[in-house]
């Protein structure tokens, strides 16, 4: 299973959509992608997790990363759309208390203040 990326630009939010399985394998490849999407313009980051089938640590890592990188630059990080088995693994390590989740990418872009 391959892990495939999309970056969309809307107005001061940026869009990330995550597809496949963010493990071992593909877990830097999912933080290179978070750390460089802070741009001067942006006010919000939302990763949109629906097409994510799997998530492991490394992955959990990652996204943690990006939240921290987000907050220190003052910036929203807004999970949208996680599927049961992201849920489980984010509500295991007591992670949906620490993240923004939204039901999906429009509920996030309403959260986004």
């Not at 999912?30 to 460089?36: A, K, P, Q, S, Y």
């Not at 959990?60 to 990363?65: H, K, M, N, T």
């Not at 003052?74 to 807004?78: D, N, S």
């Not at 996680?82 to 039901?103: C, H, I, M, Q």
């Given at each position: 299973m391959t892990m495939e990326h999309t970056i969309t630009e809307d107005g001061s939010l940026t869009v990330i959509s995550l597809e496949g399985e963010i493990d071992l394998e593909y877990s830097s490849q999912?933080?290179?992608?978070?750390?460089?999407t802070f741009g001067e313009n942006n006010r919000a980051i939302i990763v949109d997790l629906s097409g994510v089938l799997m998530i492991d640590s490394s992955g959990?890592?990652?996204?943690?990363?990006g939240f921290q990188s987000a907050k220190k630059r003052?910036?929203?990080?807004?999970l949208a759309?996680?599927?049961?088995?992201?849920?489980?693994?984010?509500?295991?390590?007591?992670?949906?208390?620490?993240?923004?989740?939204?039901?999906d990418v429009?509920?996030?872009?309403s959260a986004a203040g």
């Open positions: 999912v933080r290179e992608i978070l750390l460089g959990v890592a990652s996204l943690l990363e003052g910036k929203e990080f807004i759309g996680p599927g049961e088995s992201v849920l489980r693994v984010l509500k295991l390590a007591r992670l949906d208390t620490v993240f923004t989740l939204a039901d429009d509920s996030a872009k």
